[in-house]
């Protein structure tokens, strides 16, 4: 059962790492002051103001996601009939869901003011009235070639070719994992063991380009099959998808990646543990105490910039 609680419970996930590093501020609203802000009653108007702007959606991000919910239903298609869409199909898909967006943003304020959590409202509609045309030109532009470069992927061909060998497990199953009592959040978009040879095989689609940070991910996602699931590091391949270069990385992890990953968990959550007041229920200090950041030019595109202490 659902309990309301007036402060959040502390956990951990790489996106939360990310932003505590980049902006103590933005961490502060994210994940303290937007706290109970999908609440109607009994809650202060910050906290829904706060939420509100927390759920405004980047289109860079929204592309990403789309993109990934589409991938997720594919996945599902092949596990239940064996069979792949057209990538016309899915371009069609992604852009009506991009349109639906759009509509809502330009022409629902109300609809999603009431449900942010339901709704999606684009940054740059709420701020500026409209979206850049030149942005909203090239990532239309990337749906084909994003698609095509999925349905060809090493990864879906695989899947198509090996057919019952390969274990799909349902990406629902893994959400999060405790490491020294900490609640900590993964997101895995794609897991399935080769049945015959025992191999596992960690998926992660991109949208972007590479990062530092994708190496980081598959650890956390390759410990939890460790930690969960009894599975040895040497049985797991992970590999990274980059659906825009059109190309693909895979490797087996060492240990020394899970020793960093757990490295940079104890180092990061003691920095969070910094702006809590009370340790015991997560309550966090006063606004003020969460800096903000330097790099002032971060600050236009912030969800946060209109109620952002200055």
């Known amino acids: ?86 990538a016309n199909s899915l371009v069609e ?28 409202m684009f940054f740059d509609i709420y701020y500026h009235g409209e979206l850049d045309k030149e942005a909203v030109s090239v990532y239309q532009g990337r749906l084909a070639s994003i698609f095509e470069n999925f349905l060809n992927s090493h990864t879906v061909q695989e899947l198509m070719t090996k057919g019952q060998q390969l274990d799909i497990k349902p990406p629902e199953q ?13 997101v895995m978009d794609l897991l399935y063991q080769d049945v015959e040879t025992g191999q596992w095989v960690i998926v992660d689609w991109k949208t972007g380009k590479s990062s530092e940070a994708d190496r980081q991910q598959l650890a956390l996602y390759a410990y939890y099959l460790q930690e969960k699931m009894d599975v040895p590091l040497e049985d797991i391949l992970v590999r990274n998808e980059y659906l825009l270069a059109n190309n693909h990385v895979e490797t087996t ?39 903000q950041t330097e790099f002032v030019e971060k600050c236009d595109k912030c969800n946060y910039k209109e109620i952002c202490l200055k």
Not at 111 to 120: E, L, S
Not at 174 to 186: A, E, G, N, S, W
Not at 276 to 290: C, G, I, K, R, W
């Open 253 to 291: 992890l060492e240990l020394f990646d899970i020793e960093n990953l757990l490295y940079i968990f104890t180092q990061s959550t003691q920095y969070m543990k910094q702006f809590q007041a009370d340790v015991l229920t997560n309550e966090p200090y006063e606004l003020e105490a969460f800096a």
């Open 174 to 186: 893994f959400r999060f994992i405790m490491i020294d009592d900490v609640k900590v959040f993964l």
């Open 1 to 86: 059962m659902f309990e309301v609680k007036e402060f959040p419970d502390f956990s951990w996930s790489l996106t939360r790492h990310k932003v505590v590093l980049d902006c103590q501020r933005k961490y502060g609203y994210d994940y303290y002051v937007s706290h109970n802000g999908w609440l109607k009653y009994n809650v202060a108007p910050i906290a829904q103001h706060a939420y509100r702007l927390k759920k405004l959606q980047h289109l860079p991000m929204f592309f990403g996601k789309i993109v990934h919910e589409l991938i997720e239903e594919t996945i599902k298609e092949i596990m239940y009939t064996h069979t792949l869409p057209s």
């Open 93 to 120: 898909r992604a852009r009506k869901m991009l349109n639906d967006a759009y509509i809502t943003s330009k022409y629902q304020y109300d609809t999603w003011a009431a449900k942010p959590n339901k709704h999606n």
